[in-house]
């Protein structure tokens, strides 16, 4: 079990060189992306300086006033603050894996892939059972329409820790559909049903999801002979 372990760090850290290789040799340094070598010339900055909660709060304000905005002008100020932000996080305690998620999610909105890949994987280099961390990298991967990989890792989400969430067996019953296996879209949109009942658009959802997996059963086709 430990060889399996080191092997899937060894996996990720091997991913997460690659990309930022790949980052520092195209596209050069983003407006506000941060690497490695950003950490090594910053040795005259003492982040012990910086107050972890002021900071955090100050960085989940400018990320949920991004998430609001209406203009898209208003809505890159923000995430580049954000970013500014956690990024201090990142360096006032090299352990927690918060604020690199946050950098990896503004990446992901900015529609710099990436850079997002690359924090997802420093994540998951350190933690691959970390749950929000594979969840939002589903959603990377989601939004991004490749759904295969985006099920590989809501269903590591659930193993690792969201199991009682609703929107990740949401997701996956989306999935499902999508590729026509209903009998397990339905499931999923059930399981999703029963952690958030107030989910009416689901509940719909899931009532025609549940009327073509009856016309999909032997039982119905019977029924049509007879």
Known sequence: MTIIRNR???IYKLGFTLVIAA????FGCGI????QDDEDNNLGV????FNTESTKNAADS????????ESEKEKSDNLKNAAAQYYILSNIDKSDSYPCIQLARIYDLSKNDSYAKAYFYRVLGLDYKNADANFYFAEFYFTREQYQKALTYYQKAISYGKKEDAETMKKIGQIYERFGDIQRASHYYQKSLELNP???DLSKKNNETAAKEYEHSGYYKRRLRN
Not at 46 to 49: F, N, V
Not at 62 to 69: E, G, I, T, Y
């Open 198 to 200: 107030a989910d009416t």
């Open 46 to 49: 003492d982040y012990s300086k």
């Open 8 to 10: 899937r760090h060894q």
């Open 32 to 35: 506000y992306a941060h690497t």
């Open 23 to 26: 980052i520092i040799g195209i």
């Open 62 to 69: 400018f990320f949920q006033a991004a998430l609001n905005s």
